[in-house]
């Protein structure tokens, strides 16, 4: 049994949402936009991306690697 490229598709993208959590890269920064520290607005863009990602998932894949119980009991 092998898995299918839609599971594995999933997968990656939940793997990147999880590495993108942290923004590692602008840790120290001091920069401000609109009176915001940088790393609020990546966690406000992060946020509305992964929203945007697990609206896809539910729509297309919900339920995704379960296997169906038969009927028989």
Do not use: N, Y
Not at 13 to 34: K, N, Q, T
């Amino acid at each position: 049994m092998g898995v299918s490229k839609t599971l594995l598709g999933w997968t990656v993208a939940a793997l990147v949402l999880m590495a993108l959590a942290v923004p590692w890269f602008i840790w120290g920064s001091d920069a401000v936009v609109a009176g915001l520290p940088v790393w609020v607005w990546w966690h406000v863009g992060w946020l509305c991306l992964t929203a945007l990602v697990f609206r896809l998932f539910t729509v297309r894949a919900w339920g995704l690697g379960i296997e169906e119980v038969s009927g028989d009991g």
